[in-house]
């Protein structure tokens, strides 16, 4: 199995232009938001739903997405669950909650915003002159918010 510096690393590769990282840190968020609103929108056996309203796709894809980071970096997958990741994820909650309120349904919303920030990653990606990494490997799709992380870990002068 690669190491997690190994994954950044690559990832790091094609995501060094400033423009390119920029919208990252913008594009990044936003899909992790809309396909956890797209899978929230997901149907959930009854039973299920009536014993865990919030046991659904989307929650059971975080706790999946949290195993795999812990199996890369057990820091950084602990970082996921900091005060301040908590907060954002708080947000994306809140978030998800106003789009369901719209008069579209939340999958719609939450597809439209996919479209838009892959439309800005790709942009990066023509700026950088790199294609995304993604394309090398599925997996890389899981690396971005953990890339992400690890520049707070850095900044802070926090091991992972």
């Known amino acids: 199995m690669r190491s997690v510096e190994d994954w950044l690393g690559d990832y790091g590769a094609s995501h060094a232009n400033p423009v390119n990282k920029a919208l990252h ?3 990044v968020p936003l899909i992790v938001l809309a396909v956890l609103g797209l899978l929230w929108s997901l149907p959930v056996p009854a039973a ?3 014993r865990a309203p919030l046991l659904n796709w989307s929650t059971l ?3 999946a997405g949290l ?3 812990a199996l890369l970096s057990v820091p950084l997958a602990l ?4 005060p301040l990741a908590l907060a954002v994820l708080a947000l994306a909650v809140l978030a998800l909650d106003a789009l369901a309120r719209l008069p579209l349904p939340l999958w719609q919303s939450c597809l439209a915003i996919f479209i838009v920030a892959w439309i ?3 942009i990066g990606h023509a700026i950088e002159g790199r294609r995304p990494s993604f394309f090398k490997d599925v997996q890389f799709l899981l ?3 953990l890339w992400l992380l690890s520049f707070v870990f850095r900044s802070l002068r926090l091991g992972y």
């Open 25 to 27: 840190w913008i594009c």
């Open 143 to 145: 690396i971005g918010p």
């Open 79 to 82: 970082g996921m669950l900091a």
């Open 48 to 50: 299920l739903a009536a």
């Open 61 to 63: 894809t975080m706790l």
């Open 67 to 69: 195993a795999y980071y």
């Open 120 to 122: 800005g990653q790709f």
